[in-house]
């Protein structure tokens, strides 16, 4: 099992950035790919960014390619996403997601274990 937290959401205006932090306890000695994903109220649950383990991939949603960065710090069992440009439209709650492999996975079945979500809004 591994267990999942989310932290550094929160509420900025348009033009921002955050830094979301992702730790990860439980069986983190495996070889795990990590995910962010981000569900808007009344909308589906939609793929943000993803890294591969160790981290030497990284793939990007195109509505936040060139804003965001994912990153991952292994000693740490930790990732982040660094979040630029913030605008409203990407105001959401923000779930981290672990799979038990190395490759990235760009859907949400791909993914076996969840954070419980981090609030962000964006104010315009």
């Known amino acids: 099992q591994v267990q999942l937290v989310e932290s550094g959401g929160g509420l900025v205006q348009a033009g921002a950035s955050l830094r979301l932090s992702c730790a990860a306890s439980?069986?983190?000695?495996?070889?795990?790919?990590m995910g962010w994903f981000r569900q808007a109220p009344g909308k589906e649950r939609e793929f943000v960014a993803a890294?591969?383990?160790?981290?030497?991939?990284?793939y990007y949603a195109g509505s936040v390619k060139g804003r965001f960065t994912i990153s991952r710090d292994n000693a740490k069992n930790t990732v982040y996403l660094q979040m630029n440009s913030l605008k409203p439209e990407d105001t959401a709650v923000y779930y981290c997601?672990?799979?038990?492999?190395?490759?990235?996975?760009?859907?949400?079945?791909?993914?076996?274990?969840w954070g419980q979500g981090t609030q962000v809004t964006i104010s315009s």
């Open positions: 997601a672990s799979r038990i492999v190395s490759a990235v996975g760009k859907n949400k079945e791909d993914y076996n274990y």
């Open positions: 890294i591969s383990w160790p981290g030497n991939i990284q």
């Open positions: 439980g069986r983190t000695s495996s070889n795990y790919a």
